[in-house]
Every structure is written in structure tokens, then in C-alpha cells.
């Protein structure tokens, strides 16, 4: 059972392939669902599919212990107390509306994204190739859905502006791309915090993206010598050192 489960998380087999992204498919309906259900009340439905989304983060939580060669690193990584968060914000409304608030913490699950990175690297040559472009665009959407999750779940119900989900996107857009409308404003101290948590952190995030997508394009291959990362496409040297570099290229057009 351990040996298939090492198999399927950490092999190169398509099958493995196939496996990790129908996890990372898992994690994007997860998202959406938070999103769709913030537009309704809460209903026995909503209540039995929480669960199941539950149980599956549940078992994808312990399989992933199982294969951890060193269990301390497990519970070091800030990607494993935000599966626990999320566990716990979608099976504690079974337990009664007290708990409602915790549903916000559901788009946690998002950084579980991360953890697949270096399986998309390995795997897709065109990931690589654009490597910076995705990594400042899961960075940039990670950002906007927690701060939505958190601005939702701090203002509503007490800002009438703010009712369900997609009010607290569009006002986090607007803060985020400094448009700023005006037509929906955060209410007391813990919202102008958003606010400005939203500006500075949410800003610097867009244009970092901003920067790799206009910037010459640049592959990642590490320099022998001086472990100089990234180089022209069409390198011969390194231009740090002059080492050179044999960079494995597809041809430019």
C-alpha cells in the first residue's frame, strides 16, 4: 500500500502524471465551490458535500504523511498546517452556524498548489521554459483569493456592501489595481488594514508579474561554476563568470 502510494505521489510514471493533477483539479473545484455556496445559505447539501471534500483533503493529508521519509519536515512546512486549516473549516460547520466563519479559511487550500511545482517541472518542458510567468501568477492568485476569503469573511454580514463572495473579489481588483471606484468601502479598523494589505502586498505581486511577462524571456539552467540560474535562451557563456554553458534548447524562431 506505502509503495503504491509513493508510486502515484512522487513516481514519473502517467499514471503518477495523471494522479497529482486530478489532485490539483481536486484543489481548483474546491476553490470554486467556496465561491459558488457564498452566494446561498447554508443547506443540508452544502453541509454533505463539505464533508466529502473533507474526508477526500483527509485522505490526501494522511497519504501524504505515509510517504514523508522524515516526519518532522512533514509538520515544518506551512503547506501542512494550511491543509489542517482548511480540514478543519470544511467539516467544523457540521458541527453547527458557530463555526460558519471558518469557511473562509477553505481557500487555504489554495497554497497546496505549490506543492506542485517541482512535479510540473519535472514534467512539462513548457513549464519550464515559463516557469517565472506561472510562479508570479499562482503567487498573484493565491494572494487575491485568501484576502477575498479574509475581506469576505471579516465584513460580511456587517458591510451591507459586501454579500457575498464575488463583492469581495471586485472590491480586492479594485484595491489591487489601484482603480479604486469607491462604490464599496471597508468598514472599521481590521478593513482599512485589508485595505492597505491589499495595496502594498497585492500591488507589488501585480507588477512582479508585470515584469516577467514584458522582460526578454530567460531559461533556467544552473552555471558550473559560478551557479549563475538564469541565462538568454541563446547563451553560449555565462554572463557572470564566462564559463560555458551548454544549455539543452529547442531552436528560437
Same mark, same amino acid.
Given at each position: ?82 491543509? +489542517? ?5 470544511? #467539516?467544523?460547520?457540521? /458541527?453547527?452556524?458557530? &463555526? @460558519?466563519?471558518?469557511?473562509? =479559511? $477553505? ?78 468601502? +471597508? ?5 482599512? #488594514?485589508?485595505?492597505? /494589505?491589499?495595496?502594498? &502586498? @497585492?500591488?507589488?505581486?501585480? =507588477? $512582479? ?45
Amino acid at each position: 500500500m506505502l509503495r503504491t502510494l509513493k508510486q502515484l505521489y512522487l513516481g514519473r510514471s502517467k499514471r503518477a502524471q495523471a494522479f497529482r493533477y486530478a489532485l490539483l483539479g481536486f484543489d481548483l473545484v474546491t476553490i470554486l465551490f467556496v465561491i459558488a455556496t457564498s452566494f446561498f445559505a447554508p443547506t443540508a447539501l452544502i453541509e454533505a458535500i463539505d464533508a466529502v471534500i473533507g474526508v477526500g483533503i483527509v485522505a490526501d493529508f494522511l497519504a501524504r504523511f505515509a510517504i514523508e521519509p522524515r516526519k518532522w519536515l512533514f509538520w515544518a512546512r506551512f503547506s501542512t498546517w494550511a491543509d +489542517l486549516v482548511a480540514l478543519v473549516s470544511f #467539516l467544523a460547520p457540521i /458541527a453547527g452556524e458557530s &463555526f @460558519g466563519f471558518l469557511r473562509v =479559511l $477553505r481557500t487555504l487550500r489554495l497554497l497546496h498548489a505549490y506543492q506542485m511545482l517541482s512535479r510540473l517541472r519535472q514534467d512539462f518542458p513548457l513549464f519550464r521554459r515559463n516557469e517565472a510567468v506561472i510562479l508570479a501568477t499562482i503567487n498573484l492568485a493565491v494572494f487575491l483569493f485568501v484576502m477575498t476569503g479574509l475581506i469576505y469573511a471579516t465584513q460580511f454580514p456587517a458591510n451591507p456592501q459586501i454579500q457575498n463572495y464575488a463583492d469581495a473579489l471586485y472590491f480586492t481588483v479594485t484595491t489591487l489595481t489601484t482603480t479604486g471606484f469607491g462604490d464599496i468601502t +471597508l468598514q472599521g479598523t481590521s478593513g482599512r #488594514l485589508l485595505s492597505v /494589505a491589499v495595496m502594498i &502586498f @497585492g500591488v507589488t505581486l501585480f =507588477l $512582479r508579474l508585470a515584469q516577467v511577462l514584458f522582460r526578454p524571456v530567460k531559461v533556467r539552467h544552473e552555471c558550473p561554476t559560478c551557479g549563475l540560474k538564469l541565462h538568454d535562451a541563446d547563451a553560449v557563456h555565462c554572463k557572470h563568470c564566462g564559463t560555458v554553458v551548454h544549455i539543452d534548447t529547442e531552436g528560437l524562431s
